[in-house]
């Protein structure tokens, strides 16, 4: 079935360490989202890819940095330089909104990925 | 700037009473407007969206909401409540003219408890 997988469901990360999350897409997406979702906060966009190989910084990309090698592949790397990286991480992808009267607005998301410092 | 109010962190309704989200949305272009739910630990499920056709948008289990203009708002009903409607709602909002480049902004969410 088609749809965004992303890995591992639940992480634990000492202070100080590098990790990355998984998300991969067989949809066909081009453009790809990473959101982190504090409780009481919404979803706040981190970065954003519309086409491989070109991405964007959301709203809070500090501490964060991602890749886009191949199209349905979207890797997001919490650094140690993220002072709070405990929360839930969502990664999401639409239809190019560049293309002429195939933007849909939605977004599809995965499972969500849940990081622990200890 | 585009931004979205859902109001209430959380609200309560007797199961088979109507439930009512609220959601107030600002945006300096026609926005695509879209309500989410989540259930815990796990990922955003689309119930329905708003992309400038019928200002009443039918959704998935039963919901439904109205686009209006003169008030910003997006509010989200359903007439009857069930028990698997406990959840979390995040109203979203995009702005058509940018096409959505950057994704969807979305409110702080609301919690949809359901009493027996």
Redesign the interface.
């Known amino acids: 079935d088609g749809g965004i997988t992303q890995s591992p469901k639940y992480l634990f990360r000492k202070e100080g360490q590098n990790v990355t999350l998984s998300c991969e897409q067989n949809l066909n997406h081009d453009a790809m989202y990473w959101y982190r979702q504090d409780p009481g906060q919404g979803l706040r966009l981190i970065y954003y890819s519309q086409i491989v190989n070109d991405f964007q910084k959301g709203d809070i990309a500090e501490g964060y940095s991602v890749s886009r090698e191949k199209k349905e592949s979207f890797p997001l790397t919490v650094t140690s330089a993220q002072k709070n990286p405990t929360a839930f991480y969502l990664c999401a992808s639409s239809v190019n909104s560049g293309l002429a009267g195939h933007y849909t607005g939605e977004l599809f998301f995965g499972e969500g990925s849940r990081l622990t410092v200890l | 700037a585009q931004s979205v109010t859902q109001l209430g962190?959380h609200v309560s309704v007797s199961e088979g009473a109507l439930v009512l989200l609220r959601c107030n949305y600002s945006s300096s272009v026609p926005p695509?407007l879209?309500w989410?739910v989540q259930y815990p630990?796990?990922?955003?499920?689309?119930l329905l969206?708003y992309?400038s056709a019928a200002t009443l948008v039918k959704g998935i289990n039963g919901f439904e909401a109205e686009f209006k203009k003169s008030e910003t708002s997006f509010h989200l009903t359903k007439p009857s409540a069930h028990m698997s409607d406990a959840a979390e709602y995040?109203c979203a909002v995009?702005e058509?003219k940018?096409?959505?480049?950057?994704?969807?902004t979305?409110?702080?969410?609301t919690h949809l408890i359901i009493q027996p």
């Open positions: 962190s695509y879209f989410y630990n796990q990922g955003l499920q689309l969206k992309t995040f995009s058509a940018r096409g959505g480049a950057d994704g969807l979305f409110g702080k969410g």
